[in-house]
């Protein structure tokens, strides 16, 4: 994580990621982790996972790009850029997926991060890791995933 003056604050390791691994763009039931730049969007303290920080996903630039290789509809491409344009969380449910973000392991166990890249596409960390990150995160916090 980089601050403003871009220090870095923090590094983590043992995350997990997508079992399917990382991909340009996710697609629904695909678990991969899209590769690209967010931002939170919503944060659930009372997630299944603990803390949940959710991302803007599907993102305007993702959407053109599925549009135009046939993936995705256009009343989904014009919805997911409404969202944007209007400052408010995409469709969650179009063929691109959704509810991706970056979460804690809630109680499962913490060797499972160490194993395996378990998560449907989120980002996930453990309980201890996401509870050090809260505290630089906030709803329009920049994440990118590379």
Sequence with gaps: MLSPRHRVLA???????????????HRRGDQTTPLGRFRVAWIDRHSRFGL?????YPTPRIARRAYLEGRLGLPALHAIVHAFEHGRLPPQHTALGGDLGIHGLGSDPVAVQRLV???????????RQVLRLAQW???????LIR
Excluded: Y
Aim: with cysteine.
């Design 11 to 25: 590094r983590f390791a043992d995350i997990a990621i997508g079992s399917g691994g990382v991909a340009e763009w």
């Design 52 to 56: 949940f920080f959710g991302l803007d």
């Design 117 to 127: 890249n378990w998560t449907d596409g989120c980002v996930a960390l453990t309980n």
């Design 137 to 143: 995160v906030h709803v329009g916090t920049l994440v």
